[in-house]
């Protein structure tokens, strides 16, 4: 279909040429993003662009020695080697010239409140902050990010994997929002020439099913 060409060609990319993204465009796709729903209208996100090459190449550093560090639990060298083959694929964001870390506050539910101020448990408590409805727009909005990118021929790569550093991160970059945590970074640019093809999708057969 064409006119979801942009849908279609979106593909995760890793490297990037060195070329600047003008600050307009940033912010077009970056309004793009919160045009995403989010439950209640709540909009529980905050996004921090860096361009700063010195430090994307330190946050790719702290990232490297935090997976490092976790991976020294591993009891043999081996499993530590496997630990580490996935450190290109959580760093991969140092290759853009541009990189956003998007920022997700938890979504309460409106009975949230009233049922606090009546002592219910900790339990329900927790259940109604309902973390999978405030992460998904978190999802929304990368996803609206990606595909305006999409549309005006820019290359993009959504990552969580780089998040286990997130206290790190967060003390570089010297952002602190109360209640806000890293949930994803994009990665942004214009795509090098050649970068591996979009892998194939599971037939619709596999993953639909229509009930009449
Ligand atoms: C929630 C999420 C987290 C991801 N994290 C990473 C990541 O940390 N590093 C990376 O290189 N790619 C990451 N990806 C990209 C996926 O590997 C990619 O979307 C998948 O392989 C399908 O390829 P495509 O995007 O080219 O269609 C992530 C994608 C999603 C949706």
Redesign the pocket.
């Known amino acids: 279909m064409k006119d979801l060409d942009f849908i279609y060609k979106?593909?995760?990319v890793?490297k990037f040429k060195d070329e600047e993204v003008p600050k307009e465009d940033i912010v077009e796709l970056l309004k793009a993003a919160t045009y995403a729903p989010s439950p209640k209208h709540q909009q529980n996100w905050h996004f921090i662009v860096l361009q700063n090459k010195e430090m994307i190449d330190e946050m790719a550093k702290i990232v490297r020695d935090s997976h490092e560090r976790i991976g020294s639990i591993a009891k043999t060298e081996k499993d530590q080697k496997i630990h580490m083959s996935v450190i290109d694929?959580?760093t991969?964001f140092k290759n853009a010239p541009v990189v956003v870390l998007v920022y997700g506050c938890e979504y309460k539910m409106i009975e949230y409140k009233i049922l606090k101020e009546n002592n219910a448990s900790q339990e329900v408590l927790d259940i109604l902050k309902s973390p999978q409805s405030g992460a998904q727009a978190i999802?929304a909005a990368v996803e609206n990010f990606l595909l305006a990118a999409s549309a005006k021929g820019y290359s993009t790569?959504?990552?969580?994997?780089?998040t286990h550093a997130k206290v790190e991160i967060e003390n570089l970059i010297g952002f602190d929002k109360p209640g806000y945590e890293l949930m994803?970074m994009i990665a942004l640019g214009v795509g090098e020439e050649n970068t591996p093809k979009?892998?194939p999708r599971k037939p619709l057969e596999e993953v639909v099913t229509f009930i009449d």
């Open positions: 979106r593909k995760s890793r694929y959580y991969a999802g790569c959504y990552m969580t994997g780089p994803s979009q892998p």
